[in-house]
T-cell receptor
């Protein structure tokens, strides 16, 4: 079965600095990978996805993610963090090698951007 | 922008009572999902509908949980009887199609507390 690991419970970064939120995955086939963000008392919002093609994917709010097949990683990045980026970030994967493609989420990483 | 509507926003109940949550997906979205998010964890799929049919309910505790989407539009998730371990955020999501690369749109969720 597919799985996702987010090794950091929390990432702290100063405003204006680059940020990285890590994600690794495990699938039997080929992965479809997603990042979602959750603000307090809100549902999840889609940020970006990787299906095929370019390994660098650009998404909403200036975020991007790099797919690395050899390292089975899909880290989320932003060149310059904003205080308003502080939220809970979830990586998710669909294994398109299996019959039913359930979307499986990681445990989440809390991003705290300090002024 | 269209949103997924959920109600109630908060629900407090005593164990052994029945509770019900309602979800209205974005108009035209054929696929509807119910997720459970326990504090500190990522969302876990409980049930997925394609129109009015259940596609996956493998993680739904069927002895106490039930879900329906009678006319293929809005949906209700019921718990009877509620247990202390059911305390969680219940998220509804929808997507236009059930294809693997489709992004999900989430509602704000129902926060359930079982006392």
């Amino acid at each position: 079965a597919q799985s996702v690991a987010q090794p950091e419970d929390q990432v702290n970064v100063a405003e204006g600095n680059p940020l990285t939120v890590k994600c690794t995955y495990s699938v039997s086939g080929n992965p479809y990978l997603f990042w979602y963000v959750q603000y307090p008392n809100r549902g999840l919002q889609f940020l970006l996805k990787y299906i095929t093609g370019d390994n660098l994917v650009k998404g909403s709010y200036g975020f991007e993610a790099e797919f690395n097949k050899s390292q089975t990683s899909f880290h989320l990045k932003k060149p310059s963090a904003l205080v308003s980026d502080s939220a809970l970030y979830f990586c998710a994967v669909r294994d398109i090698g299996t019959g039913f493609q359930k979307l499986v989420f990681g445990t989440g990483t809390r991003l705290l951007v300090s002024p | 922008e269209a949103e997924v509507a959920q109600s109630p926003r908060y629900k407090i109940t005593e164990k052994s009572q029945a509770v019900a949550f309602w979800c209205d997906p974005i108009s035209g979205h054929a696929t509807l999902y119910w997720y459970r998010q326990i504090l500190g964890q990522g969302p876990e799929l409980l049930v997925q509908f394609q129109d009015e049919s259940v596609v996956d309910d493998s993680q739904l505790p069927k002895d106490r949980f039930s879900a329906e989407r009678l006319k293929g539009v809005d949906s209700t998730l019921k718990i009877q009887p509620a247990e202390l371990g059911d305390s969680a955020m219940y998220l509804c999501a929808s997507s236009l199609r059930p294809t693997p690369g489709e992004k999900l749109f989430f509602g704000s969720g129902t926060q359930l507390s079982v006392l």
